[in-house]
């Protein structure tokens, strides 16, 4: 059975890979016009977010098959959350002065952190 330590320790290590893949290491490109569905800026953030995952997993032992499913899940998920984002904001033409702005962010970011909260489950199970 895994301990509650360990299940804790992964979902920081997920949280902190969500930090630096979606603010430190997401730039200009991975951000302009991914209100298109397919945007291969939007695609290579998501590629990130899923290698970054892939480390995550296998620091605490899983097998590669495991990784490679959740990650090919975890990409397109996070790729449709994001594009939904990014549709509805430049749809509303939301800017960060607007409160629509911050509850397209807050939703987006709770999307991410509920997919994290999924992906640990199945992991447990």
Known sequence: MIQYTTILLL???LQIKHL??????????MIQGREK????????????????????????GTSLLFIFWIVVAEFIVHFHIDWGKARYSVDKKLTPEQPLYWYAMGTDQALHQLTYIAMVWVWVA
């Open 37 to 60: 569905y397919w945007h291969m800026g939007r695609a290579m953030h998501a590629g990130i977010h899923v290698f970054l995952t892939a480390i995550c997993f296998a620091l605490f």
């Open 20 to 29: 630096v893949a979606d603010f430190f290491l997401q730039n200009a490109k």
């Open 11 to 13: 979902f920081a290590a």
